[in-house]
């Protein structure tokens, strides 16, 4: 099979948002009036961002999922998407089956593939993004206030406990396994989310590395700190895990936990009640869990009013 052959069978889909898709020597897309486009890439190496012999169905949908991630965090509609792959064989069946991942996740967020680069080498995923919004209503990190309630989607720390125990770390049952494997390995970016906010919060960030790394962003960039409370935190229920939030080992999981995808922002107390209401509307939670203060980095009450400190990169100590 040629290269290009191979690109129409696997890459080639009708498209929705664009003027000239795959093919030519360049894709053409318009913006409407008065838009802003928001450009991101986010790459996947094989033995770094997934395992080797994880499922292609997976690998496709999170290449694509973590990039539409990005666009929900700025409050932009993700449209149009390249990919550069590099593949180190011409093996039919991952190919059908990372396309379908992508093109799944492709569909349910209304995006197009309008182009990319394809060549022989070590299994690698580059995607870049592009999204809209009106200009000058981006969800900046920048943008955090002191004051602001800090509110969190979702829940924290099922992928990584996917995670953990694909590395052998701990043992999930069966039924909270499925439901956390789930989070890991097909994310779904807080895009319609991410669009109402436009117009509540003051700033936004995805959650990719984990709530305090991704916290301690937007503080850096709005030089403020934040408070939160541990107690409140959205994390598993669960009899087994995440059960206390005293062992070391769980209370890294919903801290510093990656992967999880959930949008972290920050917006003034006058927009609880809408904040509530759009939690409602979308089916989904929205938790506060914490306040911007003044200074720098992040203090964390405890479950027990103790005060847990950490530092900007990672854990300062656990009790
Ligand atoms: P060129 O040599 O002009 O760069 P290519 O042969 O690399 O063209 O690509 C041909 C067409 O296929 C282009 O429109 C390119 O954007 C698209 N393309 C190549 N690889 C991919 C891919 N992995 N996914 C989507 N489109 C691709
Ligand atoms: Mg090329």
């Known amino acids: 099979m040629s290269e290009f052959d191979l690109i129409r069978q696997h890459f080639t889909r009708t498209t929705q948002n664009t003027d000239l898709g795959i093919g030519d020597d360049a894709a053409l897309i318009s913006i409407g009036a008065g838009m802003q486009i928001a450009i ?18 997976a690998i496709g949908w999170k290449s694509l999922a973590v990039n539409i991630s990005d666009m929900a965090a700025m409050g932009a509609n993700p449209k149009w998407a390249t990919l550069a792959i590099a593949l180190p064989n011409n093996d039919v069946a991952w190919l059908a089956q990372f396309s379908a991942g992508f093109f799944a996740c492709a569909q349910a967020f209304h995006v197009d593939l309008i182009g990319g680069d394809t060549t022989r080498g070590p299994l690698t995923i580059s995607v870049q993004i592009m999204g ?21 989607s979702g829940r924290l720390g099922d992928a990584a406990l996917a995670l953990a125990h694909l590395q052998g770390q701990l043992v999930l049952p069966e039924s909270l396994l499925a439901s956390c494997a789930t989070a890991l390995h097909t994310p779904q970016p807080r895009v319609k989310l991410g669009l109402a906010l436009r117009d509540i919060a003051h700033s936004a960030i995805d959650i990719s590395d984990g709530l305090l790394a991704d916290l301690g962003h937007i503080l850096e960039a709005s030089t403020v700190g934040a408070t939160l409370e541990l107690s409140l935190i959205p994390h598993t229920q669960s009899d087994v895990f995440v059960n206390d939030l005293r062992d070391p080992q769980q209370l890294k999981i919903v801290l510093a936990g990656g992967d999880d995808y959930e949008l972290c922002f920050t917006a003034a107390a006058t927009k609880r009640a809408k904040i509530l209401q759009l939690s409602t509307q979308l089916n989904l939670p929205l938790t506060l869990i914490g306040e911007i203060s003044a200074g720098s980095g992040i203090v964390v009450h405890g479950m027990h009013h103790e005060i847990i400190e950490f530092k900007e990169t990672g854990f300062d100590h656990f009790s």
């Open 40 to 57: 991101s890439a986010d790459m996947l190496v094989s033995g770094t961002h997934f395992f080797a012999d994880a499922d292609p169905y």
């Open 132 to 152: 809209e919004l009106p200009k000058g209503k981006a969800l900046q990190r920048s943008g955090a206030q002191l004051g602001d309630d800090i509110w969190v």
